[in-house]
């Protein structure tokens, strides 16, 4: 049914339908409206047999999430920024068990400074953790992806983080096609666990493994993200049979086949692209956009497919790895190891600073007369910048540097008016 | 596609204010998309939320910088912040106050645009008659719909039973619709 | 069964299990049936008091449960000790994650178990859960967990085995450790060799404090009350918590074959108040039989050697002494005293 609503009440919702067991979380910004929307539909009985838990941290949102699913129940949980770094031990134990746990991570930056506004730095902050990671570009995606997550966690018994943009998908109103309970049911079969704590047949989960043994059992943690290379656009192909739609996938190529500049991104930034896109190619420009869906397992052969034809790559993400420049940059690098092309990172939308069209043309004009910096800042303020590189350079006390700034913005912003 | 900017006041339901237009702009099968500055504005500080309006699918995701129509819930952040910024000469302008234009001292100003597309109606006055508290939002709303002739009041009215329900939802309707009525005579008069 | 009279010199009050007694006031480790939860074959010290004390208390909780029982287990001596890969000494369904979260997950596995009751059409789960850890696990690195668990009420027995410092990285000082205590991170030098004194972190109190329906403490040295206090808090449903005193022979110094007589002095001195509470208030302390002055109980220990040498540092002895005389008055140890120790504020039917 068709709906017009905010994201997070879309995504609520087709968590409510995937029949969660367990739902645990501690509140954080963007991701409050999800479970709040998810613990009143529990209280009210709109979701049936299932436990939801106010937990005191993240740290034990996660925890309770790997006891509930280690002793079999369907388990679910959200959270972003500061609260998923708080959770990261149990991040990677849940992974390390292989419990098929689902996460949303309504991607929100990192502090300090403390910053409430998107941009990916959390999610790519645990890009090793072990969990299977899906990008949602729309409200629509993100609430299939939650039903897909289900499945592929599941059939793989490993945990699987939803990824959608803090605010501007989790806040945004739009239209939504909300699958019925007897679709999702016919997508979705009840969890069946490889490993279960069940008194009638004891097992041991957990225990110490030594070197003799460590890096099989890592390997097969690596072996399950490749089988998900495969299982991603199978459940992804099942999905569009029963609802009619095509959602998820490993990569979406867009204006891609002939295109000489090829732009990728993941999130829901690829609509502006998209948009920009369309005004190139208006122009006569030949550029096109790959979206990543899957960020982890990373779709190498996919990728390299899709930009065979490519002459330059912009890679736009909305990460920085301080001190080397990108991180989707660094493994398409990877996926286009020994081809000839032009790669540029463009780190944007940090902070959530607005990443509007008119600036996305002129990088990627600027790219496509090859102009442009390997490693380039988007809207970059650089005479803030360059102000306090002055300053530290002559004052030894230069004082922080966040509220520095903050200082000179103000005062710049006085002077204009 | 049609782009609306909403300025007011923590408090004021803005955010509430783009999402109703958002689901007014649904009910008629349209595309539409509503989203906040956010913020962590508390009650009093100023926020801003947009509206998309389009007959396909709204990818865009930059915040409206060149609107076509402007909902200006609290007329005191016309003093603080550039609320007309990117506004076209053919733009529709909403104003939340009890005094003309005149006394606003925006006569000159309002003179750029068309006179039917700029007026003023006294949301807060008809939100306080209707449903007993400072809550401009909807009947801004109402005279938007009058105004910019893009929505029915109808479907207004559908999108506060989506958000409202009972005695809260029915006084939000009778302001919306007093509100339509004071927007459609002044836009006559203007015209006149 | 027919009413027999024992004598005390039958059966002693420390015996473990005794086949004078009818059957059901045996001790579950007396009976060929028990479950052996913690199997034989594991790789703790000699006379590990943990070992010891997670073998009777796992038991008895399995026995309370009709064996339907699952274990969470916090990082630590115990947990390695029990599962060297590929091998496990545990015969029920056992799960270890991490050293801070026992308590939380713990609280997961009895959701699920709520649920599946649930879809089964039951009121209540027949699968119960404890979770446990050791003192580093339950009084610092867990403790927010823990907290979170019984502010919760979750259905959830918590064990903590109090073996005073973080013996699994190499006896380091836990906030469980006692004062001038030799710990690898607390050495005896300096003014005041051995860890500081400070207030101390009294678990059992703070857990009494969240006003939950069972706390109490216990020791290896009396396995029957053992026994009972964890058949008892299995009996009931919430959160509910079980503090037990494990000497460690190698952590502390001791003999091996002292690990008994050590936790009995630690009682009997009254340097660890036994006693048990339900909603907040102390309902049931154990009396001191004989009260002992606590040299007895310091001087079998290594950690505390500089206490005693050449130049034996008496005032901390007396502190300790005081210490001892505190939780005497406190918890009404001898004869007829009651415990002013409690958490009032406590409402329960
Ligand atoms: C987050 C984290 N920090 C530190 C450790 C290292 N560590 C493992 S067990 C342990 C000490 C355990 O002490 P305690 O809980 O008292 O149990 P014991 O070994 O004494 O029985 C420590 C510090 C860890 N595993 N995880
Ligand atoms: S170090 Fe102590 S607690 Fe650990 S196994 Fe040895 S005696 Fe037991
Ligand atoms: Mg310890």
Redesign the pocket.
């Known amino acids: 049914m068709l709906k017009q609503c905010e994201g997070s009440h879309a995504v609520a919702e087709a968590v409510a339908l995937s029949r969660p067991e367990v739902i645990c979380a501690y509140p954080i910004s963007p991701q409050t409206h999800i479970v709040e929307g998810l613990g009143e539909m529990v209280k009210k009985g709109d979701i049936k047999d299932c436990e939801y838990i106010n937990v005191e941290s993240e740290f034990a949102a996660m925890s309770v999430a790997i006891g509930s699913s280690a002793a079999g129940a369907r388990t679910y949980t959200a959270t972003a920024s500061q609260g998923l770094l708080f959770m990261v031990e149990a991040v990677y134990n849940a992974s390390g068990l292989g419990l098929p746990i689902v996460m949303t991570v309504a991607n929100r930056a990192i502090g300090a400074p403390i910053n409430i506004w998107n941009d990916h730095s959390d999610s790519m902050s645990q890009r090793d953790c072990g969990w299977i990671q899906i990008f949602a570009e729309t409200n629509q995606e993100a609430a299939d992806l939650h039903i897909q997550a289900f499945k592929l966690a599941e059939e793989l018994s490993l945990p699987v983080m939803v990824c959608m943009d803090g605010f501007i998908l989790t806040h945004a109103y739009e239209r939504v096609d909300m699958p019925t309970q007897e679709q999702v049911d016919a997508f979705l079969p009840p969890y069946s666990p490889r490993q279960i704590l069940d008194p009638a047949a004891p097992v041991s989960i957990g225990a110490m493994v030594g070197p003799e043994a460590f890096s099989e059992v890592r390997y097969l943690a690596h072996a399950k993200q490749m089988q998900a290379l495969e299982l991603i656009p199978k459940i992804s192909a099942q999905f569009k049979e029963i609802f009619g739609r095509d959602s998820g996938g490993l990569v979406r190529p867009y204006m891609l086949e002939d295109a000489e500049t090829v732009v990728i991104a993941l999130g829901s930034v690829l609509g502006t692209i998209k948009d920009t896109i369309d005004e190139m190619r208006a122009d006569g420009i030949s550029i096109g956009v790959l979206g990543i869906n899957s960020f982890r397992p990373f779709p190498v052969s996919a990728i390299r497919r899709s930009l065979s034809h490519a002459k330059r790559i912009i890679v736009l993400e909305k990460s920085l790895a301080v001190g080397i420049g990108g991180i989707v940059a660094t493994d398409v690098r990877m996926a286009l190891d020994g081809l000839d092309k032009r790669i540029y990172t463009v780190v944007a939308g940090l902070g959530g600073r607005n990443i509007t069209r008119s600036s996305l043309h002129r990088v990627f004009r600027l790219a496509m007369h090859d102009q442009l910096e390997a490693l380039h800042f988007l809207d970059l303020e650089w005479s803030i910048v360059n102000k306090e590189l002055d300053r530290e350079r002559t004052t030894r006390r230069s004082g922080p540097i966040a509220e520095n700034i903050l200082r000179d913005l103000g005062q710049a912003k006085s002077n204009v008016g | 596609m049609f782009q609306v900017r909403i300025h007011g006041r923590g408090g004021q339901g803005v955010v509430t204010g783009a999402e109703m237009l958002s689901i007014a702009a649904f009910l008629e099968g349209r595309h539409a998309q509503a989203f906040p500055s956010f913020g962590s504005e508390r009650t009093g500080a100023p926020v801003v939320a947009f509206c998309r309006i389009a007959d396909k699918e709204i990818r865009l995701r930059e915040p409206v910088m060149e609107p076509d129509a402007l909902i200006i819930q609290d007329a005191t952040l016309l003093a603080q912040i550039d609320v007309f910024a990117g506004l076209s000469e053919n733009g529709y302008v909403v104003l939340n106050t009890n005094h003309t234009l005149e006394e606003m001292g925006l006569a000159e100003f309002a003179q750029r645009f068309r006179a039917e597309r700029v007026i003023t109606v006294s949301a807060t006055d008809l939100s306080l008659k209707h449903v007993g508290r400072n809550a401009p939002n909807v009947p801004m709303l109402g005279a938007f719909a009058a105004v910019s002739g893009l929505i029915s009041l109808d479907s207004v009215a559908a999108a506060i039973r989506d958000k409202f329900s009972g005695k809260v939802a029915e006084g939000n309707i009778a302001a919306a619709t007093e509100a339509y009525n004071i927007a459609k005579a002044r836009m006559e008069a203007a015209h006149a | 069964m027919g009413h027999q009279e024992i004598k005390f010199y039958q059966t002693g009050t420390f015996t473990v299990g005794n086949r004078l007694l009818p059957p059901e006031q045996r001790s579950v480790q007396s009976d060929i049936e028990r479950t052996n939860s913690l199997n034989s074959g594991h790789r703790?010290?000699q006379?590990?008091?943990?070992?010891l004390g997670a073998r009777y208390a796992i038991d008895a909780a399995m026995r309370a449960t009709n064996n339907q029982l699952v274990a969470v287990n916090a990082t630590g001596?115990l947990e390695v000790?029990s599962t060297p890969y590929p091998e496990t000494s545990w015969q029920i369904p056992w799960i270890h994650s991490l050293f801070g979260n026992a308590a939380a997950v713990a609280t997961g596995v009895a959701a699920a178990n709520k649920v599946k009751a649930l879809k089964a059409g039951k009121a209540l789960p027949e699968t119960r859960v404890i979770a446990q850890g050791g003192d580093g696990g339950t009084t610092d690195i867990g403790f927010g967990c823990l907290s979170g668990m019984f502010e919760r009420n979750d259905d959830v027995l918590y064990i903590c085995y109090d073996?005073q410092a973080y013996?699994?990285t190499g006896v380091q000082r836990s906030s469980a450790t006692p004062p001038a205590a030799r710990t690898a991170t607390t050495m005896p030098v300096g003014e005041h060799p051995g860890n500081e004194w400070g207030q101390g972190k009294n678990v059992p109190l703070i857990a009494m404090a969240h006003g939950i329906p069972y706390v109490a403490t216990a020791s290896v040295s009396d396995l029957r009350d053992l026994e009972y206090k964890v058949k008892k808090a299995m009996s009931m449903r919430g959160a509910r918590y079980i503090h037990i005193f494990?000497p460690?022979?190698?952590?502390w110094g001791s003999a091996s074959h002292d690990t008994i007589k050590l936790a009995r002095l630690a009682k009997e001195t009254g340097l660890f108040p036994v006693f048990e509470a339900e909603y907040g208030e102390v309902t049931n302390v154990s009396k001191i039989r004989q009260k002992q002055p606590v040299e007895e109980y310091l001087r079998l220990q290594r950690r505390f050697a500089h206490l005693f040498g050449k130049k034996p540092r008496l005032d901390e002895i007396e502190r300790f002494q005081h210490m001892a005389d505190q939780n005497i008055r406190k918890f009404g140890l001898l004869g007829d005293d009651k415990a002013t120790v409690g958490y009032y504020g406590a409402e329960h039917e």
Not at chain 3, 47 to 51: D, I, P, Q, S, V
Not at chain 3, 248 to 251: Q, S, V
């Open positions: 703790a010290c006379g590990c008091g943990e070992a001596c000790f073996n013996m699994n494990v460690c022979p190698l952590g």
